[in-house]
């Protein structure tokens, strides 16, 4: 359909605790920037657990993340917490999303699966992000022809 802008259904798999994950999500911010013009997107994040082994209540995330990535992981572990985290139901959900994705034997985070159809696993540079977008596109329109 002409001026229609192309739908692209991204879900991320990412973990909290991985710094590759939130490059992977700046990254991802960088593409559909660039090509929103030609596309529309819908991004669903996903959660997998990279340490099951900490306990149930959790570690101080601002102390792990201030060795990983220094203070600007403050602002990051509000927003994901107060958008996240605000009941039981809601870790119950984190959980069976996490057993579900290492079923699937998701391997490296962040993951990346858009339109259920090409996946990868990295923060990857932005432009392979656009690669994406348009290898989808192309073959939908092969599909349809």
Not at 6 to 32: H, M, N, T, Y
Not at 56 to 83: C, F, N
Request: with cysteine; aromatic share 12%; glycine share 6%.
């Amino acid at each position: 359909m002409e001026g229609q802008k192309f739908k692209v259904s991204i879900k991320v798999i990412s973990d909290v605790i991985c710094p590759w994950c939130f490059i992977g999500k700046r990254r991802l911010e960088q593409a559909i920037a660039r090509h929103s013009d030609q596309y529309e997107f819908e991004v669903k994040w996903l959660p997998f657990i990279l340490q099951p082994a900490l306990p149930r209540e959790g570690v101080d995330l601002r102390t792990h993340h201030r060795k990983q990535m220094g203070a600007r992981a403050d602002a990051m572990l509000d927003d994901l917490k107060s958008t996240y985290l605000k009941t039981e139901e809601d870790l119950e959900w984190v959980i069976t999303i996490d057993l579900f994705w290492k079923e699937q034997q998701t391997e490296g985070l962040p993951f990346f699966v858009f339109n259920d159809k090409i996946s990868f696993a990295g923060g990857q540079a932005p432009e392979v992000f656009g690669q994406v977008f348009n290898a989808l596109k192309q073959q939908a329109h092969a599909e349809s022809s």
